[in-house]
């Protein structure tokens, strides 16, 4: 199980819900944009800080590295300067990574405008010009 489907078991479970679409909407993005980071393996790591304030949880029980009754026993809620430089180190990682992969997407749309092919802005699908 990767990274991310762990921390989507975990939204689930404190969130109630049972469904990939109830946990894009706690988070604030769409359905779509959850199954894109499942694909790719990213985090959403904004909108997963923005839930963890909004909902005064604990953002170390959704990375796991924390147990509710740790948390609950934790009464302030920031995080410490250890977790904010490994979270800053991640968000830095993850960043790197993203705008790889915009390359290498730029560079293959290229390629395929170039054999006379393009993307279809919403399903992805491949079209002739």
């Given at each position: 199980m990767s990274e991310l489907d762990k921390i989507i078991l975990r939204i689930k479970e404190i969130f109630s819900v049972n469904q990939?679409?109830?946990v894009a909407?706690?988070?604030g993005i769409s359905r779509a944009?959850?199954?894109n980071h499942k694909i790719r393996q990213?985090?959403?790591f904004k909108e997963i800080i923005n839930l963890c304030k909004k909902n005064k949880k604990d953002?170390?029980?959704l990375f796991g590295l924390k147990t509710e009754n740790q948390s609950i026993n934790n009464q302030n809620n920031s995080l410490t300067p250890e977790e904010t430089e490994m979270l800053k180190d991640d968000l830095i990682n993850q960043l790197k990574i993203n705008?790889?992969?915009?390359a290498e997407n730029i560079e293959l749309r290229e390629k395929l405008t170039e054999i006379g092919l393009t993307v279809e802005k919403h399903s992805g699908f491949l079209k002739k010009k």
């Amino acid at each position: 199980m990767s990274e991310l489907d762990k921390i989507i078991l975990r939204i689930k479970e404190i969130f109630s819900v049972n469904q990939d679409q109830e946990v894009a909407k706690i988070l604030g993005i769409s359905r779509a944009s959850l199954a894109n980071h499942k694909i790719r393996q990213t985090l959403p790591f904004k909108e997963i800080i923005n839930l963890c304030k909004k909902n005064k949880k604990d953002i170390n029980l959704l990375f796991g590295l924390k147990t509710e009754n740790q948390s609950i026993n934790n009464q302030n809620n920031s995080l410490t300067p250890e977790e904010t430089e490994m979270l800053k180190d991640d968000l830095i990682n993850q960043l790197k990574i993203n705008q790889k992969l915009m390359a290498e997407n730029i560079e293959l749309r290229e390629k395929l405008t170039e054999i006379g092919l393009t993307v279809e802005k919403h399903s992805g699908f491949l079209k002739k010009k």
